[in-house]
Nanobody, 126 residues
Framework: QVQLVESGGGLVQAGGSLRLSCAGSGRTFSNYAMGWFRQAPGKEREFVAA????????YYIDSVKGRFTISRDNAQSTMWLQMNSLKPEDTAVYYCAAKVGRSWYWPPPKADFGSWGQGTQVTVSS
């Protein structure tokens, strides 16, 4: 499976921006649809956004639509999450993951994702 490493988290004031990166290695990155997830303290891991292997299909949860942008460059084996107009409720550990399951649904179910990175902390102060 592909190995994934996130970076780019940090502390930002409300209304600010951050750009998260997810670097892949090992198995061919372009084989996989990819996703961003987040987990706040005491809450379940939440599906944030997904992008198909070609970038042609993209999904966002309603709470980040218009503020977050997911993108990828298969030549660089990298995926990004541009986060603008950040809110305190966006505070969480953000994880990237690869769609390793075989479902044909879009967006893929959370259970289809694996090869999780170690996560990067995003903290938005009010």
């Amino acid at each position: 499976q592909v190995q994934l490493v996130e970076s780019g988290g940090g502390l930002v004031q409300a209304g600010g921006s951050l750009r998260l990166s997810c670097a892949g290695s090992g198995r061919t990155f372009s084989n996989y649809a990819m996703g961003w997830f987040r987990q706040a303290p005491g809450k379940e891991r939440e599906f944030v956004a997904a992008i198909s292997w070609s970038g042609g299909n993209i999904y966002y949860i309603d709470s980040v639509k218009g503020r977050f942008t997911i993108s990828r460059d298969n030549a660089q084996s990298t995926m990004w999450l541009q986060m603008n107009s950040l809110k305190p409720e966006d505070t969480a550990v953000y994880y990237c993951a690869a769609k390793v399951g075989r479902s044909w649904y879009w967006p893929p179910p959370k259970a289809d994702f694996g090869s999780w990175g170690q996560g990067t902390q995003v903290t938005v102060s009010s």
